[in-house]
Nanobody, 118 residues
Framework: QVQLVESGGGLVQPGGSLRLSCAASGFTFSAFAMRWFRQAPGRERELVAGISSLSYISTTNYADSVKGRFTISRDNAKNTVYLQMNSLRPEDTAVYYC?????????WGKGSLVTVSS
């Protein structure tokens, strides 16, 4: 059974940091590219960050709005992908979703709420 379980969300003040984790099971984690998406109230889901599978030289990509503040990483031994979020802003408030992608196969987690507010 495929599972992606996000954790680490919560309430943080502007300028603060959080680290999201996504634990994967039920598929060959290292063979999948991993991505974080987010969806704010009333807005479409958007790609935040991505990291390639083990099959390729490790590459990462980021939305312009989070470059220099967020870092995506993966630990293939633990089947886990992370999103380190620094210098958080109120506009980062959203539900953050973990996504695994390989060719035509895609899996989603249920999301973790991040609220940035004073």
């Amino acid at each position: 059974q495929v599972q992606l379980v996000e954790s680490g969300g919560g309430l943080v003040q502007p300028g603060g940091s959080l680290r999201l984790s996504c634990a994967a099971s039920g598929f060959t984690f290292s063979a999948f590219a991993m991505r974080w998406f987010r969806q704010a109230p009333g807005r479409e889901r958007e790609l935040v960050a991505g990291i390639s599978s083990l099959s390729y030289i490790s590459t990462t990509n980021y939305a312009d709005s989070v470059k220099g503040r967020f870092t995506i990483s993966r630990d293939n031994a633990k089947n886990t992908v992370y999103l380190q979020m620094n210098s958080l802003r109120p506009e980062d408030t959203a539900v953050y979703y973990c996504n695994a992608n390989r060719l035509a196969t895609e899996y989603w987690g249920k999301g973790s709420l991040v609220t940035v507010s004073s």
